[in-house]
Nanobody, 115 residues
């Protein structure tokens, strides 16, 4: 059973920073990719950033230059550093990992950016 547990969300003013963490119950290099998605009110969940087993990072255009994804293999933890936050970044942020077509998701952490 794979578990992903997010932490680090909260309320921050526009222009501020937050760092999200995702603790994974399995070696993160077992996964093809690990990353972060977010869901604002509504049905659509969008990719924020991910990193594959080879270390290639991918970012949504809306967060490029502001967010940074990293991983700590010794602690099996994934991070999302979020700087210059905007009100439109407000969402529930989910950690995701996949092995081929099998996906694993965390429960999510709320990020609220006030203007």
């Amino acid at each position: 059973q794979v578990q992903l547990v997010e932490s680090g969300g909260g309320l921050v003013q526009a222009g501020g920073s937050l760092r999200l963490s995702c603790a994974v119950s399995r070696n993160i290099f077992d996964f093809n990719a690990v990353g972060w998605y977010r869901q604002a009110p509504g049905p659509q969940r969008e990719l924020v950033a991910d990193i594959n087993v080879g270390g290639v990072r991918k970012y949504a255009d809306s967060v490029k230059g502001r967010f940074s994804i990293s991983r700590n293999s010794a602690e099996n933890t994934i991070y999302l550093q979020m700087n210059s936050l905007k009100p439109e970044d407000t969402a529930v942020y989910y950690c995701r990992a996949n092995i081929l077509r099998t996906e694993y998701w965390g429960q999510g952490t709320q990020v609220t950016v006030s203007s």
